[in-house]
């Protein structure tokens, strides 16, 4: 369904279809943060891992956009903006799970590894999508 705006014309399907892969992958992350904190020996709720999902999803994404705006081309500033973002989601794992250091970086790290993986298997799906719509 196409859109004629001030601005110009606005495709909403797009718009839908960008919606639905955050709330996929919102979803997709809680289910992933729930059974890796259970299995290694973190009694947490499903709700409380998807607040715990939210919030680390959104502020590694604000601290990598701000890390990835103030690089100017530099990949170093970069990466030190994701290691920043990751620092950041461990500290959201440590507090609101309740558990001590080691598991909440042990988490954090088994976590950015399946989240990179499942992004890796994801991405054609975007293409293809923004291609064909």
């Known amino acids: 369904m196409i859109i004629n705006t001030a601005v110009g014309t606005t495709t909403v399907m797009i718009g839908l279809i ?8 919102l979803i997709l992350f ?15 709720s499903f709700l409380r891992a998807l607040v ?7 502020g ?3 601290i990598i956009i701000i890390f ?3 690089s100017n081309g530099n990949i170093a500033v ?5 290691g ?20 909440s ?8 590894v399946l989240w990179f993986i499942i992004g890796v298997f994801k991405l054609p799906i975007y293409i293809y999508f923004m291609i064909c719509c």
């Open 18 to 25: 960008i919606i639905g892969f955050v709330i996929l992958g």
């Open 105 to 112: 970086i042990l988490m954090s790290t088994i976590i950015s």
């Open 52 to 58: 715990v999902s939210i919030l680390s999803g959104v």
């Open 30 to 44: 809680t289910i992933v943060l729930y059974l890796i904190a259970n299995s290694i020996g973190i009694n947490i």
């Open 84 to 103: 920043v973002a990751f620092i950041v989601a461990s500290i959201i794992y440590r507090y609101i799970p309740n558990v001590n250091w080691r598991k």
């Open 60 to 62: 590694s994404f604000f």
């Open 68 to 70: 990835l705006l103030i």
């Open 78 to 82: 970069f990466f030190i903006g994701v």
